[in-house]
């Protein structure tokens, strides 16, 4: 019973979370509306998969990160931070170009060396924390099928 109200909780959490994405062109100045519609559209299936195959997702991360977690911690936080860094770099130019109209092109051409630099720090720092959260959220996450696998939930 706990498990399907919190399934419920989130199905209406993505659902209002979608209906502000959908609605935010209305009230806020968006470039490429047609570009960002689609985006919209093609990633809403994503969050409602992710909960009706939330089990079978939990065991096909529980077998990757029980191998991968054998690497040991720098290995995995460096892939972390790659991904993580690729993730900023992906949303920080979506942001700029559905907000601002300006494409990642355009950032670093606008940018001079030295607020260029900057910003690429400040993302490898940022991207580097993600990949350090990112080994203790996958730990924290492969203990608790660990546990629900062996004592059962």
Do not use: H
């Amino acid at each position: 019973m706990e498990k399907l109200k919190k399934a419920w909780c989130k199905l209406i959490l993505i659902s209002v979370a979608l209906t502000f994405l959908l609605l935010l062109p209305v009230f806020y100045e968006i470039y490429y509306q047609a570009y960002y519609y689609t985006l919209v559209i093609l990633i809403s299936p994503l969050p409602f998969l992710r909960i009706f195959y939330e089990r079978k997702l939990d065991e096909v991360f529980y077998r990757k990160w029980e191998k991968q977690r054998r690497w040991g911690f720098w290995p995995n936080m460096i892939l972390g931070s790659i991904t993580g860094l690729v993730f900023l770099v992906v949303f920080v130019s979506a942001g700029q170009f559905f907000g601002r109209g300006i494409t990642p092109v355009d950032v670093v051409e606008r940018l001079s060396g030295g607020p260029l630099v900057g910003v690429v720090l400040m993302m490898v720092v940022f991207a580097v924390i993600l990949g350090v959260v990112g080994w203790y959220e996958n730990e924290n996450r492969f203990s608790r099928i660990y546990y629900n696998r062996k004592y059962g939930s």
